[in-house]
């Protein structure tokens, strides 16, 4: 089975840019999660899908970030403009989300550089 | 702001040794949690999660939950030097959100 895919890998831009990231669920998980993870700390989650609609996006900072899942299975996440303080790891998880699976699958995570 | 708490470590054991992770989480509705691996540069990686109260066994790995305490731990039995990585603990809120703690980092030394 597949894992989850993120592109792009790694992103360096300068602040005031804007820069998209994509992800690509497990096959058949309703749920996906879009974490930021800043160096040392724990993921922190930005957004979360349940097929294409929004389940939570409190702690998305809606001024600069936007997030969207369409038909239920890709998802992008943008930053316009970008700041020094959104360098950090942007980590996408899905999840089935069904009966007693609850458990969340990262991707490899795309690393953003603001400079 | 519900939290879930780890000792950042770095926790050093010889190879072979029992290695023991501990974290504590303040939202007492959460139900389930969960340990994750990460090394260094790469994503968090699924060890176990855990529900019920007492011990669920997994290979070399058991995660013990004691609810009444809010504490969770993992037990790495026989630890290895592949085993060094930060090893993240996950509160499950509601609405299948986790909460992670910052994470503690295992040093196996050979």
Redesign the interface.
């Known amino acids: 089975e597949a894992g989850v895919a993120q592109s792009p890998r790694y992103k360096i831009i300068e602040k005031r840019q804007s820069v998209a990231f994509w992800c690509n669920p497990i096959s058949g998980h309703a749920?996906l999660?879009w974490y930021q993870q800043i160096l040392?700390?724990?993921?922190?989650?930005l957004i979360?899908f349940q097929n294409n609609g929004v389940?939570?996006d409190s702690q998305l900072p809606k001024d600069r970030f936007s997030a969207e899942r369409l038909k239920g299975v890709d998802s992008t996440l943008k930053i316009q403009p970008a700041k020094l303080e959104d360098s950090a790891?942007y980590?996408c998880a899905s999840?089935l989300?069904r009966g007693r699976s609850?458990?969340?699958?990262?991707?490899?995570?795309t690393r953003l550089t603001v400079t | 702001q519900k939290e879930?708490e780890q000792n950042s470590g770095p926790l050093s054991v010889p190879e072979g040794a029992i290695a023991s992770l501990n974290c504590t989480y303040s939202d007492r509705g959460s139900q389930?949690f969960?340990w994750?691996r990460q090394y260094s540069g790469?994503?968090?990686?699924?060890i176990m999660?855990i529900y019920s109260n007492g011990d669920k066994e997994d290979g070399r790995f058991t995660a013990q939950l004691n609810k009444a305490s809010q504490y969770v731990s993992l037990l790495i039995r026989d630890s290895q030097p592949s085993d060094s990585a930060t090893y993240?603990c996950?509160a499950?809120e509601y609405?299948?959100?986790?909460?992670?703690?910052?994470?503690t980092i295992l040093r196996v030394k050979s």
């Open positions: 749920t999660y040392g700390q724990g993921p922190k989650l979360q389940v939570d790891v980590l999840s989300a609850y458990e969340q699958y990262f991707g490899p995570g | 879930v389930s969960f994750y790469k994503s968090p990686e699924l999660f993240l996950a499950m609405g299948n959100k986790l909460v992670f703690g910052a994470g």
